[in-house]
């Protein structure tokens, strides 16, 4: 249901590989790929498909040194937030690519490798994550963050899933995977939101489910 509404906004690709990743997060892009505002940094074992889909809708990629393993912290060298003012992650397991490409941003190290999965960024000002890790340490450099409280996140395998990894941004809206009445802090990520004035769209009506997170790519 969720693939078929966000159709109607633009052409969807799913996501898939086998055997480089263990199951669970096999089918995340946030895992292989990291989104600049003019290109895409991507894991050089990314499968031949996909970079293939790139090359053929003139999307400009480059790739990094490392590839995306089975363990942690191999599962994480991509799993990186970037806005026009910082590059957030765990600056001592990111790809060398990855701290190179964001020149000169402000690079802020938080503790939890898997960044994307756990954090929204709506601009520079305005965040959301599941992590108390990243909460505090964003909090610290001024920027208003919302910590969401992540039960009640399906991620299959798992006890839940993490906020970043159900929704993705175009322009000023936010899509999400599920619908924020099945999550006890969905009143205030509405209100968060709708405060930063972007917008809100729900893709199907259930819980929220962390699929990766959703890449909007033009």
Known sequence: MAIENLGEFGDVVGFSTNG???????GHPDIFITQFSDF???SP??????????????????????AVGNKY?????YNAVLTTKYLIHNLKISDPKLIEAAGEKTKIHVPQGYTRCNLLALNDDKMMT???GIYATLTKFGIDVLYVNPDGILL???NNGFIGGTCGVLGNTVYFMGSLNYLSDGKNIEQFI??????????????LFDGGGIFFLE
């Open 20 to 26: 480089l990743v263990y199951e669970t997060i096999s």
């Open 194 to 207: 709708r405060k930063a004035d972007f917008e809100i769209i729900e893709l199907y009506d259930g819980p």
């Open 40 to 42: 895409i940094l991507t």
């Open 73 to 77: 912290p191999h599962t994480a060298k």
């Open 130 to 132: 599941s992590d108390k």
């Open 156 to 158: 299959p395998g798992f």
């Open 45 to 66: 074992n990314l499968p031949e498909t996909y970079k293939r889909l790139l090359n053929s809708h003139n999307i400009k990629f480059l790739e990094g040194d490392f």
